[in-house]
């Protein structure tokens, strides 16, 4: 009966370090993939930023083609300047309409 303990025991005992052995390498296992994901996310910022950075390129060169005068299109870039103040006017009238109305809610 001891001889059989004493097996049952070896085997109980083999088991254990196999499932500590396991677990160690789940846990590197685990402990790369939280890496991987960490480096993801920070490449996503990086892609993140540079598709922003790109976005305002884009549009300054946009309003740089808009406002850009060529031979005799003279006459056409100051309509678009005249075009983008009458804009920019009709935007602070509005938020100057406004001002005294937040004002009264505050």
Do not use: W
């Not at 059989?4 to 790369?32: A, G, H, S």
């Not at 920070?42 to 808009?66: F, T």
């Amino acid at each position: 009966m001891n001889d059989n303990n004493e097996k049952t025991l070896n085997l109980f005992t083999t088991r254990v370090r196999q499932m500590i052995l396991q677990y160690e390498e789940i846990q590197k296992e685990n402990d790369e993939l939280y890496k991987m994901v960490d480096d993801r996310d920070k490449q996503i910022a990086e892609l993140e930023k540079r598709l922003h950075q790109s976005e305002n390129d884009y549009k300054s060169l946009k309003m740089a083609r808009m406002l850009e005068v060529t031979g005799g299109d003279v006459e056409g870039a100051k309509k678009t300047i005249a075009g983008l103040i009458r804009d920019v006017n009709t935007c602070i009238s509005l938020l100057s309409e406004e001002q005294p109305t937040s004002r009264a809610d505050a």
